[in-house]
């Protein structure tokens, strides 16, 4: 028997995906905190998105990392995804090189783990030291085992003294990495603006990522649905519960990543829903909230 749907208007658990399912004919999903949590993938959230294509919605994996789509692809490759749960793969860094693609010539510098490197292949840019630069594009911290923000501040402070342009290639604050939560380029970036900078922000919640995944459906001959036939699922109220609100759309939340210990939903536990009222009181509110996605 199918699971029953909680009414619209009650903020409550849901038995699974499967209950609101139908109601949708595209899917946008978080990756980070929904699929995996950093080190390993969870098949019941795999499983859900492969049932929901099977029923006939689009599945959009949308994803504030600061690299290409083809990375986070590889990836979900390396830890067992089946390419099945989704149609395509959207990410902030996709994003980042559009705007970074509009501008040739730029000469940036690059505030950010090696890794990610890549997101600037094949553009042309200039890649040079912070004296130089006339842009910083901030993909995150350098070491972001054991650094916070505020060692930044310095460098942060010298920026906003040159009224350095400053693209956030990631927005999140902190994302999952297996049992801890890391500070992402989402956290300069709000330093950056504290200072009084002006930081161009590339993934959710901002509009321009909701925009890419809609034109990501063109590419793939699927028609855009209305805003109210879209959902978009994912673990943070900053990112995936305000910029779906943002974007007309519905949102379905998962307890068990960024919010878990303050919901007390560590692990996939059911969280404690007064608490989840509490987080949601000053602000747009998902559908539903679900400990893991499932089916």
Not at 56 to 80: C, E, H, K, Q, Y
Not at 95 to 122: C, K, M, N, W
Request: proline share 7%; hydrophobic share 45%.
């Amino acid at each position: 028997m199918a699971d029953v749907a909680p009414p619209r208007d009650a903020l409550s658990l849901l038995p699974g995906l499967s209950a609101i399912a139908g109601d949708y004919d595209l899917i946008l999903c978080d990756v980070w905190g929904v699929i995996h949590n950093g080190l390993a993938a969870f098949p019941a959230a795999c499983d859900a998105l492969e049932r929901a294509r099977a029923g006939g919605a689009t599945v959009l994996l949308v994803s504030n990392a600061p690299r290409p789509n083809a990375f986070v692809r590889t990836m979900l490759d390396g830890m067992g995804v089946q390419r099945a749960a989704y149609d395509g793969i959207v990410t902030s860094g996709d994003v980042t090189r559009a705007v970074l693609s509009a501008q040739p010539g730029v000469r940036i510098f690059h505030l950010g783990p090696q890794r990610d490197l890549g997101t600037y292949e094949g553009l042309d840019l200039v890649s040079t030291d912070l004296p130089e630069a006339s842009l910083v594009v901030c993909t995150g911290l350098l070491n972001d085992d054991v650094e916070t923000p505020e060692d930044y501040r310095e460098m942060l402070t010298g920026m906003r003294a040159r009224d350095l342009g400053f693209i956030c290639a990631n927005p999140d604050i902190v994302v999952e990495r297996g049992d801890k939560l890391i500070y992402c380029a989402g956290a300069l970036a709000q330093l950056y603006d504290e200072l009084g900078g002006a930081s161009v922000y590339c993934g959710k919640p901002h509009p321009p990522i909701y925009a890419e995944a809609l034109a990501r459906l063109e590419t793939l001959g699927r028609p855009v649905p209305a805003p109210s036939r879209v959902l978009a699922i994912g673990d943070a109220l900053r990112t995936d519960i305000i910029g779906a609100a943002g974007a007309g759309f519905d949102s379905l939340f998962i307890s068990s990543g960024i919010h878990a210990v303050e919901l007390k939903s560590e692990h996939g536990a059911a969280p404690d829903m007064a608490a989840v009222a509490q987080l949601f009181a000053a602000g747009p509110a998902p559908r539903a909230v679900m400990p893991r996605l499932s089916w």
